[in-house]
């Protein structure tokens, strides 16, 4: 888990990079236009979701099998509004003008960053959606609390992932 977690942040860092060399390359280049304002509503509903997950592995730490399907439910759901909003924001920056192939590549990098992101979130999605239906099963306490241990780990990095790509882009825009 922490290689890969290791591996998906040196793969932003990479594309911040190549954003930041290519939008100093001249007065030409830069996002030049606002973000959406969906991006906030999606920001709220993932860091909402995080501090589900939390209260979802507190539960499962202490055996209650039925709080924690129930925050892991609040997790998934939070989880599939944030990707129902970041859908929201492409469709509003297509809307603008904002294009995924066009002659200003910073334009484009939102939606590397975005569309790199919403995988994560589907994978994410796919690692709580296997917690939910194993939690309560006949295995041991411990196996259930290293796969909520896990899960957790990856959905915090997630919002933390999100939370730098929204201020980098903010700030850059």
């Given at each position: 888990?922490?290689v890969f977690?290791?591996?998906s942040?040196?793969l932003f860092?990479?594309?911040?990079?190549g954003?930041?060399v290519?939008s100093?390359?001249?007065?030409d280049?830069?996002i030049?236009t606002?973000?959406?304002?969906?991006?906030?509503?999606s920001?709220?509903a993932?860091?909402?979701s995080?501090?589900c997950?939390?209260?979802?592995?507190?539960?499962?730490?202490?055996g209650?099998?039925?709080?924690?399907r129930?925050?892991l439910?609040f997790?998934?759901?939070?989880?599939?509004?944030?990707f129902?909003?970041?859908?929201?924001?492409?469709?509003?920056?297509a809307r603008?003008?904002?294009?995924?192939i066009n002659?200003?590549a910073s334009q484009?990098?939102?939606?590397?960053?975005?569309w790199?992101h919403q995988?994560?979130?589907?994978a994410?999605?796919?690692?709580?959606?296997?917690a939910?239906f194993?939690?309560g099963?006949?295995?041991?306490?411990?196996?259930?609390?290293?796969?909520?241990e896990?899960?957790?780990i990856?959905?915090?990095f997630?919002?933390?992932?999100?939370?730098y790509?929204?201020?980098?882009l903010?700030?850059n825009q």
């Amino acid at each position: 888990m922490y290689v890969f977690l290791v591996v998906s942040f040196m793969l932003f860092a990479a594309w911040s990079s190549g954003f930041i060399v290519y939008s100093a390359g001249g007065e030409d280049k830069g996002i030049k236009t606002l973000l959406p304002q969906t991006f906030i509503y999606s920001t709220l509903a993932i860091v909402i979701s995080s501090g589900c997950m939390h209260l979802a592995y507190r539960a499962a730490k202490l055996g209650n099998f039925a709080k924690q399907r129930l925050w892991l439910g609040f997790t998934i759901f939070l989880g599939c509004l944030f990707f129902f909003l970041q859908y929201s924001a492409w469709m509003e920056l297509a809307r603008n003008g904002v294009m995924f192939i066009n002659n200003n590549a910073s334009q484009s990098f939102i939606y590397v960053f975005v569309w790199a992101h919403q995988a994560h979130i589907f994978a994410g999605l796919v690692v709580l959606l296997n917690a939910l239906f194993k939690a309560g099963s006949k295995q041991p306490l411990i196996k259930n609390t290293f796969r909520m241990e896990l899960a957790t780990i990856f959905w915090h990095f997630l919002d933390i992932l999100w939370i730098y790509i929204y201020v980098f882009l903010l700030l850059n825009q």
